[in-house]
């Protein structure tokens, strides 16, 4: 994911939060990976540049917004995963309300293999998943697939990659159907549940995540993955 991408989704988030029209949001993508995180490219370029530490800070704070939007929307919104979520893409899954995926549907958190920290994916994982499941995905690296993914409760629904559009259309049609009042109140009392904890643990991890996009170790992590060769962390 680019800069512009999230922007757009951050925009298109708050123009579904305006339309009235709108009762539910299917989150999806149109090729072969859901999402594999951000743009590592992208960030390796600025990490070389005299401002690094206030441009991280910039990438941390738009990742957050975006998170925090997506929380924040009133309206269920349901993640299609046919294919990868990686990183910032689990993160993406863990904020919706509802995920359906198909077999080909992988999850995995690989931040420390490139120097980096999944700030906003850990809390996610801890508040979604509990603090024994985000321990084996953040720190043990660990790639689930789809059906590991249901049986620790990530995945709600498994579906034949086909088939996964029309489920996911059932589902939100299904909840058009029903109050929207009622779905909205429903979607704060399991948010409010948590209250501001989770959000500021969110606001914390952004700032570990700029904070460790700074270092020697990202610095390399980040060079590797460009370069196509083992990282050589200091």
């Given at each position: 994911?680019?800069?512009e991408?999230i922007?757009?989704l951050i925009d ?6 305006q339309?009235?029209s ?13 999402c594999?995180g951000?743009d590592?490219?992208?960030w390796q370029?600025q990490s070389q540049?005299r401002?690094a530490?206030?441009?991280w800070q ?6 957050h917004d975006?998170i ?10 349901i993640a299609?995963?046919d294919?990868?979520?990686?990183g ?9 309300d509802?995920?359906?995926a ?6 995995e958190?690989p931040?420390?293999?490139f120097g ?9 994982l801890?508040?979604r998943?509990?603090a024994?499941?985000?321990a084996?995905?953040a720190?043990?690296?660990q790639?689930i697939d789809?059906t590991?993914?249901h ?10 990659s086909?088939?996964?559009w029309a489920?996911s259309h ?9 109050s929207?009042?009622?779905i909205q109140?429903s979607k704060?009392?399991l948010?409010?549940m948590v209250g501001?904890?989770?959000?500021m643990?969110l ?10 996009c ?11 993955f460009?370069e196509?060769r083992p990282?050589?962390f200091?």
């Open positions: 994911m680019s800069r991408m922007q757009q298109a988030i708050s123009d579904f939060h339309d009235k709108v009762r539910a949001v299917i989150l999806t993508s149109s090729g072969s990976t859901f594999s951000v590592l490219k992208e370029s540049e401002d530490i206030a441009r910039e990438v941390a704070l738009a990742l975006l925090e939007s997506m929380l924040r929307l009133p309206k269920p919104i299609a995963v294919g990868p979520a990686l910032f893409g689990l993160a993406m899954v863990l904020a919706s509802l995920v359906v198909s077999p080909a549907a992988r999850f958190v931040a420390t293999r980096l920290v999944s700030g906003l994916t850990i809390p996610l801890a508040f998943l509990g024994s499941a985000a084996r995905l720190l043990g690296g790639r789809a590991e993914a049986r620790i409760g990530l995945v709600h629904r498994i579906v034949p086909d088939q996964i489920a059932a589902w939100a049609t299904s909840i058009a159907e029903s929207h009042e009622s109140l704060r009392l948010n409010e501001e904890s989770l959000l643990n606001s914390s991890g952004a700032a570990v995540l700029a904070t460790a700074s270092t020697e170790s990202a610095v390399e992590g980040l060079a590797s460009v196509k990282p050589k200091p």
